[in-house]
Nanobody, 121 residues
Framework: VQLQASGGGLVQAGDSLRLSCTASRNTFSNNAMGWFRQAPGKERERVAAVSWKGGSTYYIDSLKGRFTISRDIPGSTVYLQMNNLKPEDTAVYYC???????????????WGQGTLVTVSS
């Protein structure tokens, strides 16, 4: 099973991007899914997550109000809408899925390959 992330790119500060992540064979429709990011020289951080029915979401405090996670229901495609991007948002963004339906842990078992987001000032 693979998770395929897309939508990254080079943008200017203040722009928006929408990341998408789709699972092959639609195998995560009953799983919580989420997004992580890792900036150069920094540790990976969990950015946002959504439960299998979309009723519960998590955001890292520093991004609340700018990023929105959503997913197809039913389905295994998850999105991350990123608005008012800042240079400090520059990172490789990874989608992930966990085994349970409600929560994405800090180290979920299923990962996508990552998509690079670069925000210029």
């Amino acid at each position: 099973v693979q998770l395929q992330a897309s939508g990254g790119g080079l943008v200017q500060a203040g722009d928006s991007l929408r990341l998408s992540c789709t699972a092959s064979r639609n195998t995560f429709s009953n799983n919580a899914m989420g997004w992580f990011r890792q900036a150069p020289g920094k540790e990976r951080e969990r950015v946002a997550a959504v439960s299998w029915k979309g009723g519960s979401t998590y955001y890292i405090d520093s991004l609340k109000g700018r990023f929105t996670i959503s997913r197809d229901i039913p389905g295994s495609t998850v999105y991350l809408q990123m608005n008012n991007l800042k240079p400090e948002d520059t990172a490789v963004y990874y989608c992930a899925a966990d085994r349970n339906p409600l929560v994405v842990s800090q180290n979920p078992p299923y990962w996508g390959q990552g998509t690079l987001v670069t925000v210029s000032s």
